[in-house]
Nanobody
Framework: QVQLVESGGGLVQAGGSLRLSCAAS????????MGWFRQAPGKEHEFVVG????????YYGNSVKGRFTISRDNAKNTMYLQMNSLKPEDTAVYYC??????????????????WGQGTQVTVSS
C-alpha cells in the first residue's frame, strides 16, 4: 500500500502564496504520475496540475496556469505545489494523488488510485 500525506495548507490573503507538500510512503512504486486536485464546497473535484515521473512533463489546469508550479523530488518521494497570486476562488481542499501505469500526465481522477487525506487552503479577499 502507498500512503500520501499532504501538508502546508492554511489561511492566506488574496495575492499571497502557499506551498503544499505531498509525501509518499509505504510500498512506493518505482515510477508513477503524481497530481493535485481540489474540491471547493458544493463543487466537483477539479484537476489542478500533474507531473510525470521525471518531472520534465507537467500539465496545468487553465485556472492555475502562470500562478502555480509543481515539482517533485523522487529521492524524497515528495511532490510540491507552489501557489502564488492566490485568489479567493482557489479556496478548496487540495488533494494529492498518485497514478500507476501511465506514461504521461492524466487529468482523469479515476486514473489515480491513491489519494491523500486533503489539506484546506483558504484565501481571504
Amino acid at each position: 500500500q502507498v500512503q500520501l500525506v499532504e501538508s502546508g495548507g492554511g489561511l492566506v490573503q488574496a495575492g499571497g502564496s502557499l506551498r503544499l507538500s505531498c509525501a509518499a510512503s509505504g510500498r512506493t512504486p518505482s515510477m508513477y504520475i503524481m497530481g493535485w486536485f481540489r474540491q471547493a464546497p458544493g463543487k466537483e473535484h477539479e484537476f489542478v496540475v500533474g507531473v510525470d515521473w521525471s518531472g520534465g512533463s507537467t500539465y496545468y489546469g487553465n485556472s492555475v496556469k502562470g500562478r502555480f508550479t509543481i515539482s517533485r523530488d523522487n529521492a524524497k518521494n515528495t511532490m510540491y505545489l507552489q501557489m502564488n497570486s492566490l485568489k479567493p476562488e482557489d479556496t478548496a481542499v487540495y488533494y494529492c494523488a498518485l497514478a500507476l501505469g501511465w506514461n504521461g500526465v492524466t487529468t482523469d481522477r479515476n486514473h489515480y488510485g491513491y489519494w491523500g487525506q486533503g489539506t484546506q487552503v483558504t484565501v481571504s479577499s
